[in-house]
C-alpha cells in the first residue's frame, strides 16, 4: 500500500483556517485520498475523499496536488470542536472499502 | 438510526480468558471491519467482512476469531486473552455505495484490559 507522510503535530487559533498537510509520493494512479479524524475519547469519523479534483463539503475542503503526490486538507474556520487526530489515508480502488490503513496522524489543537 | 453500537464500553479480563465483543449496525451495510487502536497510535485492521457469510483476515488477526452470519452484526471472539490484547477496539462499517464513496461509519469503540 502506498504509504503518507503527515506532521506529527499542529496548532492553530479558533475561527482561523487550518491547512493540514499530507505527503503521498508513491500515490497510484487509481488510488483515491480519504481523510478521517477522531476526537478524544470517540472513534475516527470521515471527513471528506477526493480522487483527482478538489473536494469541498459542509465539513471541509480537500486540495489535491496536480501530480497527485500531496493534498491539503482545508478547515475553513476552526472552532474548539475541530481538535482532533486528522488522519490522511490512501485506498486504491480495487480495495474493500472496509479495509483502511491509518497511520499516526496529525493532532491538531485548537487555542481559544 | 442507531448507527453502529458496541458492547461492553469497558471490560477487563484476566490472561486465558475469552471473551466477545459485539458489534452490530442498523443501516444495512455490506461492509464490516474490526481495528484495534494502542495508545498514541492510528488504527490496525484485524479482522473484516464484505457480506454475510465472508470474511477475511487484516493485519494483524492472530487471537481473534470473527463470524458473520447475519448483515447486522460483526462480533469479535478473543480465544484466549494475552496483556499484548489489551487496546481499544472499533467496529466499524461500510457498503459499496456507487461512486465508490466507502464512507466508514465506526462505533464508539470498546476499551479492554488484560491482566
Known amino acids: 500500500d502506498a504509504k503518507t507522510t503527515q506532521p506529527n503535530s499542529m496548532e492553530s487559533n479558533e475561527e482561523e483556517p487550518v491547512h493540514l498537510p499530507c505527503n503521498h509520493s508513491t500515490i497510484s494512479g487509481t488510488d483515491y485520498i480519504h481523510w478521517y479524524r477522531q476526537l478524544p475519547s470517540q472513534g475516527p469519523e470521515y471527513v471528506i475523499h477526493?480522487?483527482?479534483s478538489n473536494v469541498n463539503n459542509r465539513m471541509a475542503s480537500l486540495a489535491i496536488a496536480e501530480d497527485r503526490k500531496s493534498s491539503t486538507l482545508i478547515l475553513h474556520r476552526a472552532t474548539l470542536r475541530d481538535a482532533a487526530v486528522y488522519y490522511c489515508?490512501?485506498?486504491?480502488?480495487?480495495?474493500?472499502?472496509?479495509?483502511?490503513?491509518f497511520g499516526e496522524g496529525t493532532q491538531l489543537t485548537v487555542n481559544p | 438510526n442507531a448507527g453502529v453500537t458496541q458492547t461492553p464500553k469497558f471490560q477487563v479480563l484476566k490472561t486465558g480468558q475469552s471473551m466477545t465483543l459485539q458489534c452490530a449496525q442498523d443501516m444495512n451495510h455490506e461492509y464490516m471491519s474490526w481495528y484495534r487502536q494502542d495508545p498514541g497510535m492510528g488504527l490496525r485492521l484485524i479482522h473484516y467482512?464484505?457480506?454475510?457469510?465472508?470474511?477475511d483476515q487484516g493485519e494483524v488477526p492472530n487471537g481473534y476469531n470473527v463470524s458473520r452470519s447475519t448483515t447486522e452484526d460483526f462480533p469479535l471472539r478473543l480465544l484466549s486473552a494475552a496483556p499484548s490484547q489489551t487496546s481499544v477496539y472499533f467496529c466499524a462499517s461500510s457498503y459499496p455505495a456507487g461512486g465508490n464513496s466507502y464512507e466508514q461509519y465506526f462505533g464508539p469503540g470498546t476499551r479492554l484490559t488484560v491482566t
Open positions: 477526493g480522487l483527482t
Open positions: 489515508i490512501l485506498r486504491s480502488a480495487g480495495t474493500s472499502g472496509s479495509r483502511l490503513t
Open positions: 467482512s464484505v457480506g454475510a457469510g465472508i470474511t
